[in-house]
């Protein structure tokens, strides 16, 4: 069974470069296009993008022109650096696996498993 | 595309019946998934596809889809139910979710 696990700084400053990883425990990237999310506080959740296992990525155009998305070397994480940060951005930030069925192909219908999220405040 | 997701809260009790809407701002396949966030949990595919259950998931959960709105009912609320639940549209760049639905007892 597949489980994720976000982790990396809990704080960052104003300005400075958000990053996080995503590491898979009893699976691979291979195959699958990786998610990210996060929830802001009081408000719900939002996709961030997703990342395919060769390494084309889709990002949201609301974050596009600060957001990275990366694959590990080992094949077993990949990552998300967003810049620039503010505030705003302070979020729990959740990676997600894309889940599809037999006759749906490569099109994603939702995202399962989930990491439990990673909660990242940006304050100096 | 914009999902607006109703009610925002809910109070219910266990054993009770419960029905959360989505609507979507535009006509849409049915590539709609819900999913249960609990505190401290990784949120939960409950549904894909507007109606098709996820392999795991307590039948009492249910999805149906009527144009562009779309419906969640739980059949007798179990007290691990009570939780927030939305909406996402995997239709269209950029994927989008409903506001959510906070399910209180």
């Known amino acids: 069974q597949v489980q994720l696990q976000e982790s990396g700084p809990g704080l960052v400053k104003p300005s400075e470069t958000l990053s996080l990883t995503c590491t898979i425990f009893?699976?691979?990237?291979?195959?699958?296009?990786w998610g990210w999310f996060r929830q802001t506080p009081g408000q719900g959740l939002e996709w961030i993008g997703y990342i395919f296992y060769t390494g084309f990525t889709h990002y949201n155009p609301s974050l596009k022109s600060r957001v990275t998305f990366s694959l590990g070397t080992s094949m077993d994480s990949f990552s998300l650096k967003l810049t620039s940060v503010t505030p705003a951005d302070t979020a729990v930030y959740y990676c997600?696996?894309?889940?599809?069925?037999?006759?749906?192909?490569?099109?994603?219908?939702?995202?399962?498993?989930w990491g439990q999220g990673t909660l990242v405040t940006v304050s100096s | 595309i914009q999902l607006t997701q109703s009610p925002s809260s809910l109070s219910a009790s266990v054993g009770d019946t419960v029905t959360i809407t989505c609507r979507a701002s535009q006509d849409m396949n049915r590539f709609l998934a819900w999913y249960q966030l609990r505190p401290g949990e990784a949120p939960k595919l409950l549904l894909y596809g507007a109606s098709t259950l996820q392999s795991g998931v307590p039948s009492r959960f249910s999805g149906s889809d009527s144009g562009a709105e779309f419906s969640l009912t739980i059949t007798g609320l179990q007290p691990e139910d009570f939780a927030t639940y939305y909406c996402q549209q995997l239709n269209n760049y950029p994927y989008t979710f409903g506001q959510g639905t906070k399910l209180e007892i």
């Open positions: 997600a696996r894309a889940f599809y069925d037999a006759s749906s192909g490569s099109r994603i219908l939702g995202f399962d498993p």
């Open positions: 009893g699976g691979s990237i291979s195959k699958y296009h």
